[in-house]
């Protein structure tokens, strides 16, 4: 393979991959925690969106919960510091895992995206993300997973 024919195709890779999204919103790390499951559902402490960059103490956008006992991770999204949305990462078309893309999730089976509040932002999926009700108290988010 020469160097114009890798270029070409990487080009094509990134744009079908859905990467540009992540590019254009920078490189920053996605943060996952498990959180904390208790008998309605699963908390996190707001500290989990900060961290500390050249001794300035910097906001997440988002994190990413990941807990053995949750099917699919949730998604969370912090829009100030008492409003959020919490959503689960399985894509309302077939079933795939989605990818957290800044304020935006991906789905890299067939290229549906959904808006930080759940919402069809590109089929070929119909039907919004489910969410779950967030409650912020003090300085713990609890996202309530009894609704079904
Ligand atoms: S499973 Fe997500 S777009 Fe088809």
Redesign the pocket.
Known sequence: MNRRTFVKQTCITCVSGGLIPFLITGCQATHYTSGLMNATGISVPKSEFTYLKKEQTLTRQYIIIQNDKLEFPIYVYRFSDTEYSALWMK??????E?QAAGDALH??????EFTNKGAVSN???EKNLRSFPIIVQNETITIDLRQS
Not at 107 to 112: F, K, Q, V, Y
């Open positions: 894509c309302t078309h077939q079933g795939a989605l789905c890299p089976s067939h290229g549906s089929g070929p999926a």
